[in-house]
Structure formats: C-alpha cells, structure tokens
C-alpha cells in the first residue's frame, strides 16, 4: 500500500534575476533556429511527505526566430539531431512566499511536426527546468507526513 498525496496547487508570483541569451540551434535538416528560453510560470505543487519541504514546478517557454530555412520535402513528425551553441545560465528566482530557487531551462528535444503553407518547416521545442532550492523560509516547512528511518 503506498502513500496519497493530495496535491495543492498553488500558481505563484515571482521576479527573476537574469535571464537567458539567444541559443543557436544548427538542425541536421539545414535548418538553422534561435531559441532564447524564459521562465513563465511557478506553482507549488505541493509538500515532500519526507520532509515537508515545499515542492515547486517550472514552466518554460521559448521565442523563436529562423535564422535560415530549408525548404524541402520532409518527413513529419521527426527528431531533428541538432548542434546547440551556447547554454542558458542558472537563473535565481525570488518567488513571493519567500523562497528563492536557481533555475536552468535546458532544450531537450527539438522534434518537426509539419510545414506551414509556405513550406517553411515548423518544430516543436522542448524545454525542461533543472531546479535547485536555495532557501525556503521555515514557516513554509510543513510536518512530514510521517517518519522517515535512517539505516546505518
């Protein structure tokens, strides 16, 4: 039997220090994409059960512009190889309740679903958040749900 949890979801307000430059993304179909990655949303989620400890999620998002397009006859929907020049760094976010996290958002996957009416290849970008907690004021800190065991 494992544990419920009731997920309490909460979308939160919070400022951002910093922010990501335009990555390059060279496409093994010649296609040649700028993506320049943003946080857009934060919500708690709820509380670990071991340590009562807030849990937030990320949401990301991207602009995007064509720095040049092959126009060809593709296959849809493909995993494009691409070549990522330049990284986003970690980005510290104040968020309102207090906590501060340091935020990464990461591209994962670019994949082509289709062609525009102009033929002009469209793509779907995936962008995951590596998140770190840097501090979370105690009065958040709820009780463990219940106790955890160490083994030695």
Known sequence: MGIVLSIETEIMSFEVEGECDWTTAELEDGTVLA?????????????????????????????????????????????????????????????????ILKVKPNIVSIVRIGVDPAGVPQYMIQIQAAIQVQKIPKELIKKPAHKTMMHT
């Not at 512009?65 to 760094?89: H, M, T």
């Open 35 to 99: 993506i320049k990655p943003y946080i857009g949303q934060i919500a708690r989620v709820g509380y670990d059960p071991n340590t009562g400890v807030p849990i937030y999620a990320v949401g990301t998002g991207f602009q995007l512009r064509y720095i040049s397009v092959q126009k060809r006859n593709y296959v849809f929907p493909e995993l494009v190889k691409a070549k990522i020049s330049g990284e986003c760094p970690w980005i510290n976010v104040k968020i309102d309740d207090g906590s």
